[in-house]
Each structure stands twice: as structure tokens, then as C-alpha cells.
């Protein structure tokens, strides 16, 4: 039987999986990327769904608890996407001082001209 917090996790899941659709169809992420969240949300749902296989899989790597694993793979998620939104924002900002500087360049290439005329 599904108890309330599983429907919760089974609405919060279709939301996304939508939501993710709706971000792929308006080609604001990567089909790579849609398939990743797919496979998320996707995930969600199976472990909602069939809490009770979760429970022998976690005691074939002796996990005492789901929730030890949620956390720990939360906490390594979080990293990985704080890594890559790092690497991210340095690129836009060195692209951004590119852009600065070669506006600067040719405004000042344009005020020395009309300096000389």
C-alpha cells in the first residue's frame, strides 16, 4: 500500500518529469540533459513504488537505512553539481572580461579617432 508521503514523492516526481519536458521542448537543456533527469525522476518513482527491493539491495551493501543512502548520495550530488556550477560561472566570467575588454578596446579605438579628425 502507498502511504502519503509516497504519493507525494510520485506527484513531486510527474511534476518534474513534466517540467523537464516542458524545459527540452523549449530547447532550454540538452537532450543529454533531459535524458539525465528523466532518468531522476524516473528513479524516484521505481524506489517510491517498490521501497521493500530497495530494502535487499541495501542489505547486500550493508546500508542499514534508506535514508543513510539518500543522504550520502544527496551529499555527493550536491558536490558534483556545486563543481559544475563552478566551472560554469568562471567560464561565463572570463568570457564577460573578453567582452568588456574588447568593447573598451574599440571605444577607446573610436574616441582616438574622433580625437585625430
Do not use: H
Not at 509516497?6 to 513534466?18: E, N, R, T
Not at 550520502?72 to 558536490?79: A, Q, R, S
Not at 558534483?80 to 574599440?106: G, M, P
Amino acid at each position: 500500500m502507498i502511504n502519503g508521503i509516497a504519493i507525494i514523492g510520485i506527484f513531486f516526481a510527474l511534476f518534474m518529469g513534466y517540467y523537464t519536458f516542458i524545459k527540452f521542448k523549449r530547447k532550454e537543456i540538452t537532450t543529454n540533459q533531459s535524458v539525465f533527469w528523466g532518468l531522476v525522476w524516473t528513479s524516484i518513482i521505481i524506489v517510491v513504488l517498490i521501497p521493500g527491493k530497495i530494502s535487499d539491495f541495501l542489505d547486500q551493501f550493508q546500508i542499514a537505512r534508506a535514508l543513510d543512502l539518500i543522504v550520502v548520495l544527496g551529499i555527493v550530488f550536491l558536490l558534483a553539481v556545486t563543481f559544475y556550477l563552478f566551472v560554469r560561472v568562471n567560464k561565463l566570467k572570463n568570457k564577460l572580461n573578453d567582452l568588456v575588454e574588447s568593447l573598451a578596446i574599440k571605444k577607446a579605438q573610436k574616441n582616438e579617432n574622433s580625437f585625430c579628425a
